[in-house]
Protein backbone atom coordinates (compact mmCIF):
# COMPACT_ATOMS: atom_id res chain seq x y z
CA UNK A 1 0.00 0.00 0.00
CA UNK A 2 3.34 2.35 0.87
CA UNK A 3 4.07 1.65 -2.72
CA UNK A 4 0.94 1.63 -4.37
CA UNK A 5 0.60 5.33 -2.27
CA UNK A 6 3.97 6.72 -3.58
CA UNK A 7 3.41 6.13 -6.81
CA UNK A 8 0.30 7.42 -7.09
CA UNK A 9 2.14 10.67 -5.46
CA UNK A 10 4.72 10.05 -8.13
CA UNK A 11 2.29 10.64 -11.19
CA UNK A 12 0.43 13.17 -9.33
CA UNK A 13 4.20 15.28 -8.87
CA UNK A 14 4.78 14.51 -12.62
CA UNK A 15 2.04 15.74 -13.44
CA UNK A 16 2.24 19.31 -11.56
CA UNK A 17 5.99 19.16 -13.74
CA UNK A 18 4.31 19.13 -16.70
CA UNK A 19 1.53 22.01 -16.09
CA UNK A 20 4.69 24.20 -15.29
CA UNK A 21 6.64 22.98 -18.11
CA UNK A 22 3.61 24.31 -20.53
CA UNK A 23 3.20 27.14 -18.24
CA UNK A 24 6.31 28.16 -19.52
CA UNK A 25 6.40 27.73 -23.01
CA UNK A 26 3.02 29.85 -22.73
CA UNK A 27 5.17 32.70 -20.98
CA UNK A 28 7.66 32.40 -23.60
CA UNK A 29 4.64 32.99 -26.49
CA UNK A 30 3.65 35.67 -24.44
CA UNK A 31 7.15 37.24 -24.66
CA UNK A 32 7.43 36.63 -28.62
CA UNK A 33 4.14 38.16 -28.51
CA UNK A 34 4.91 41.73 -26.90
CA UNK A 35 8.14 42.14 -28.89
CA UNK A 36 6.09 41.70 -31.91
CA UNK A 37 3.70 44.38 -30.36
CA UNK A 38 7.22 47.00 -29.53
CA UNK A 39 8.41 46.55 -33.28
CA UNK A 40 4.61 47.24 -34.64
CA UNK A 41 4.41 50.26 -32.06
CA UNK A 42 8.16 51.58 -33.62
CA UNK A 43 6.89 51.11 -36.91
CA UNK A 44 3.46 53.39 -35.99
CA UNK A 45 5.78 55.92 -34.35
CA UNK A 46 7.98 56.50 -37.82
CA UNK A 47 5.07 56.73 -39.76
CA UNK A 48 3.57 59.62 -37.17
CA UNK A 49 6.54 61.15 -37.60
CA UNK A 50 6.42 61.17 -41.59
CA UNK A 51 3.13 62.39 -41.59
CA UNK A 52 3.60 65.07 -39.20
CA UNK A 53 6.60 66.65 -41.88
CA UNK A 54 4.14 66.14 -44.49
CA UNK A 55 1.68 68.27 -42.61
CA UNK A 56 4.23 70.75 -42.10
CA UNK A 57 4.76 71.21 -45.44
CA UNK A 58 1.65 71.37 -46.73
CA UNK A 59 1.51 74.11 -44.37
CA UNK A 60 4.13 75.83 -45.75
CA UNK A 61 2.89 75.80 -48.91
CA UNK A 62 -0.88 76.49 -47.64
CA UNK A 63 0.94 79.88 -46.39
CA UNK A 64 2.45 81.05 -49.69
CA UNK A 65 -0.39 80.57 -51.76
CA UNK A 66 -2.19 82.57 -49.27
CA UNK A 67 0.55 85.39 -49.65
CA UNK A 68 -0.11 84.99 -53.48
CA UNK A 69 -3.86 85.32 -53.12
CA UNK A 70 -3.22 88.60 -51.30
CA UNK A 71 -0.68 90.01 -53.99
CA UNK A 72 -3.45 88.89 -56.55
CA UNK A 73 -6.21 90.88 -54.58
CA UNK A 74 -3.45 94.21 -54.17
CA UNK A 75 -3.27 93.89 -57.85
CA UNK A 76 -7.22 93.63 -58.66
CA UNK A 77 -7.42 96.90 -56.81
CA UNK A 78 -4.97 98.41 -58.76
CA UNK A 79 -6.89 97.54 -61.92
CA UNK A 80 -10.13 98.75 -60.48
CA UNK A 81 -8.70 102.04 -59.77
CA UNK A 82 -7.54 102.16 -63.26
CA UNK A 83 -10.67 101.32 -64.43
CA UNK A 84 -12.08 104.00 -62.92
CA UNK A 85 -9.85 106.64 -64.51
CA UNK A 86 -10.66 105.02 -67.80
CA UNK A 87 -14.32 105.65 -66.49
CA UNK A 88 -13.19 109.57 -65.81
CA UNK A 89 -11.99 109.81 -69.58
CA UNK A 90 -14.48 107.58 -71.42
CA UNK A 91 -17.80 107.51 -70.48
CA UNK A 92 -18.46 105.01 -73.43
CA UNK A 93 -16.91 102.77 -71.26
CA UNK A 94 -18.45 103.40 -68.28
CA UNK A 95 -20.61 100.06 -68.28
CA UNK A 96 -17.83 97.86 -69.26
CA UNK A 97 -15.70 99.40 -67.28
CA UNK A 98 -18.79 98.59 -64.22
CA UNK A 99 -18.95 94.99 -65.21
CA UNK A 100 -15.35 94.61 -64.94
CA UNK A 101 -15.30 96.07 -61.81
CA UNK A 102 -17.88 94.31 -59.96
CA UNK A 103 -16.48 91.31 -61.76
CA UNK A 104 -13.09 92.34 -59.91
CA UNK A 105 -14.73 92.60 -56.52
CA UNK A 106 -16.05 89.21 -56.65
CA UNK A 107 -12.56 87.93 -57.83
CA UNK A 108 -11.79 89.84 -54.37
CA UNK A 109 -14.66 88.29 -52.26
CA UNK A 110 -13.63 85.07 -53.51
CA UNK A 111 -9.66 85.56 -52.65
CA UNK A 112 -10.90 86.67 -49.33
CA UNK A 113 -12.82 83.17 -49.01
CA UNK A 114 -9.75 81.42 -50.41
CA UNK A 115 -8.23 83.05 -47.97
CA UNK A 116 -10.13 82.29 -44.82
CA UNK A 117 -10.34 78.59 -46.18
CA UNK A 118 -6.60 78.24 -46.30
CA UNK A 119 -6.10 79.91 -42.66
CA UNK A 120 -8.40 77.40 -41.22
CA UNK A 121 -6.75 74.48 -42.95
CA UNK A 122 -3.46 75.81 -41.57
CA UNK A 123 -5.43 75.45 -37.77
CA UNK A 124 -6.59 72.41 -38.89
CA UNK A 125 -2.86 71.14 -39.96
CA UNK A 126 -1.77 72.42 -36.45
CA UNK A 127 -4.79 70.46 -34.69
CA UNK A 128 -3.51 67.17 -36.85
CA UNK A 129 0.24 67.99 -35.53
CA UNK A 130 -0.12 68.06 -32.32
CA UNK A 131 -2.81 64.98 -32.17
CA UNK A 132 0.08 63.52 -34.08
CA UNK A 133 2.47 64.35 -31.10
CA UNK A 134 0.35 62.75 -29.01
CA UNK A 135 -0.42 59.45 -30.68
CA UNK A 136 3.53 59.78 -30.48
CA UNK A 137 3.55 59.60 -27.10
CA UNK A 138 1.26 57.32 -26.43
CA UNK A 139 3.30 54.92 -28.94
CA UNK A 140 6.58 55.44 -26.45
CA UNK A 141 4.40 54.53 -23.56
CA UNK A 142 3.09 52.16 -25.19
CA UNK A 143 6.72 50.51 -25.65
CA UNK A 144 7.38 51.64 -21.97
CA UNK A 145 4.33 49.59 -20.96
CA UNK A 146 5.67 46.64 -23.04
CA UNK A 147 8.89 46.73 -21.97
CA UNK A 148 7.75 46.13 -18.35
CA UNK A 149 5.41 43.00 -19.42
CA UNK A 150 8.68 41.74 -20.94
CA UNK A 151 10.22 41.90 -17.51
CA UNK A 152 7.43 40.54 -15.42
CA UNK A 153 7.87 37.59 -17.50
CA UNK A 154 10.84 37.17 -17.06
CA UNK A 155 10.34 36.96 -13.37
CA UNK A 156 8.13 34.90 -14.37
CA UNK A 157 9.76 32.48 -15.91
CA UNK A 158 12.31 32.61 -12.82
CA UNK A 159 9.49 31.88 -10.70
CA UNK A 160 8.15 28.82 -12.74
CA UNK A 161 11.71 27.40 -12.76
CA UNK A 162 12.32 28.03 -9.09
CA UNK A 163 8.64 25.67 -8.47
CA UNK A 164 10.00 23.17 -11.19
CA UNK A 165 13.16 22.72 -9.00
CA UNK A 166 10.86 22.55 -5.86
CA UNK A 167 8.81 19.74 -7.19
CA UNK A 168 11.61 17.59 -8.23
CA UNK A 169 12.89 18.01 -4.39
CA UNK A 170 9.66 17.25 -3.45
CA UNK A 171 9.06 13.73 -5.77
CA UNK A 172 12.89 13.20 -4.20
CA UNK A 173 11.97 13.35 -0.79
CA UNK A 174 8.85 11.35 -1.23
CA UNK A 175 11.19 8.13 -2.89
CA UNK A 176 13.45 8.90 0.12
CA UNK A 177 10.71 8.42 2.58
CA UNK A 178 9.36 5.17 0.69
CA UNK A 179 13.05 3.98 0.83
CA UNK A 180 13.44 4.85 4.42
CA UNK A 181 9.96 3.25 5.16
CA UNK A 182 11.37 -0.47 3.10
CA UNK A 183 14.24 -0.25 5.28
CA UNK A 184 12.18 0.17 8.84
CA UNK A 185 10.03 -2.58 7.52
CA UNK A 186 13.43 -4.93 6.81
CA UNK A 187 14.78 -4.09 10.32
CA UNK A 188 11.35 -5.25 11.69
CA UNK A 189 12.02 -8.82 9.54
CA UNK A 190 15.47 -8.82 10.97
CA UNK A 191 13.98 -8.11 14.53
CA UNK A 192 11.26 -10.41 13.89
CA UNK A 193 13.48 -13.18 12.56
CA UNK A 194 16.21 -12.83 15.37
CA UNK A 195 13.21 -12.86 17.77
CA UNK A 196 11.91 -16.26 16.02
CA UNK A 197 15.25 -18.12 16.52
CA UNK A 198 15.57 -16.69 19.90
CA UNK A 199 11.95 -18.13 20.28
CA UNK A 200 12.97 -21.67 18.79
CA UNK A 201 15.94 -22.18 20.79
CA UNK A 202 14.45 -21.60 24.02
CA UNK A 203 11.80 -24.01 23.29
CA UNK A 204 14.50 -26.59 22.45
CA UNK A 205 16.22 -26.07 25.54
CA UNK A 206 13.05 -26.02 27.99
CA UNK A 207 11.31 -28.67 26.60
CA UNK A 208 14.47 -30.76 24.88
CA UNK A 209 14.68 -33.06 22.25
CA UNK A 210 10.86 -34.63 20.74
CA UNK A 211 8.29 -34.58 18.54
CA UNK A 212 7.74 -31.13 19.51
CA UNK A 213 11.06 -30.09 18.20
CA UNK A 214 10.66 -30.40 14.31
CA UNK A 215 8.19 -27.53 15.22
CA UNK A 216 10.96 -25.96 16.95
CA UNK A 217 13.31 -26.25 14.22
CA UNK A 218 10.82 -24.75 11.72
CA UNK A 219 10.67 -21.73 13.88
CA UNK A 220 14.51 -21.25 14.13
CA UNK A 221 15.00 -22.16 9.98
CA UNK A 222 12.15 -19.80 9.47
CA UNK A 223 13.79 -16.87 11.80
CA UNK A 224 17.28 -17.42 10.18
CA UNK A 225 15.59 -17.22 6.44
CA UNK A 226 13.74 -14.24 7.85
CA UNK A 227 16.69 -12.49 9.53
CA UNK A 228 19.05 -13.46 6.55
CA UNK A 229 16.22 -12.12 3.86
CA UNK A 230 16.42 -8.80 6.07
CA UNK A 231 19.67 -8.61 5.99
CA UNK A 232 20.28 -8.90 2.14
CA UNK A 233 17.09 -6.33 1.29
CA UNK A 234 18.28 -3.88 4.15
CA UNK A 235 21.88 -3.77 2.80
CA UNK A 236 20.36 -2.92 -0.65
CA UNK A 237 18.14 -0.52 0.89
CA UNK A 238 21.96 1.17 2.78
CA UNK A 239 22.98 1.08 -0.44
CA UNK A 240 20.42 3.56 -2.46
CA UNK A 241 19.82 5.23 0.78
CA UNK A 242 23.73 6.41 0.12
CA UNK A 243 22.71 7.41 -3.32
CA UNK A 244 19.49 9.63 -2.55
CA UNK A 245 22.02 10.88 0.46
CA UNK A 246 24.41 12.42 -2.77
CA UNK A 247 21.38 13.29 -4.19
CA UNK A 248 19.63 15.20 -1.13
CA UNK A 249 23.55 17.31 -0.81
CA UNK A 250 23.61 17.89 -4.54
CA UNK A 251 20.04 19.45 -4.61
CA UNK A 252 20.57 21.42 -1.52
CA UNK A 253 23.28 23.27 -3.05
CA UNK A 254 20.77 24.72 -5.29
CA UNK A 255 22.21 22.68 -8.00
CA UNK A 256 20.70 20.79 -10.88
CA UNK A 257 20.34 16.94 -10.04
CA UNK A 258 21.54 14.91 -12.44
CA UNK A 259 19.99 11.11 -13.29
CA UNK A 260 16.95 12.35 -10.43
CA UNK A 261 14.84 10.06 -12.13
CA UNK A 262 16.23 7.25 -12.78
CA UNK A 263 17.17 6.94 -8.80
CA UNK A 264 13.66 7.19 -8.40
CA UNK A 265 12.87 4.29 -11.39
CA UNK A 266 15.49 1.86 -10.19
CA UNK A 267 14.00 2.13 -6.23
Known sequence: ?????????????NALVDL?????????????VSRKTNELAARRTASAELRTQLSEERTALVKAQTKLSGRST???EQRTGLAGKRTALAEGRTELAGRRTALAEGRTELAGRRTALAEGRTE???KRTVLAEGRTELAGRRTELSNQRTSLARERNDLAQ?????????????????LLARGRNQLAFIRTGLA???????LIRYFGVGYWTILDSAIVLTGLW???SGVKGYARTQKHERRYCEALDWDFNLAPLPNKMALTSQD
Not at 20 to 32: I, K, P, Y
Not at 162 to 178: D, F, K, V
Not at 196 to 202: D, N, P, Q, R, Y
Request: charged letters at 20%; hydrophobic letters at 40%; proline letters at 0%.
Open 74 to 76: ELA
Open 226 to 228: MTI
Open 1 to 13: MLNAASKNQQDLV
Open 20 to 32: AEEENRLTHSLVD
Open 162 to 178: ERNNMANMRTLLSSYRS
Open 196 to 202: SIALGIG
Open 124 to 126: LAG
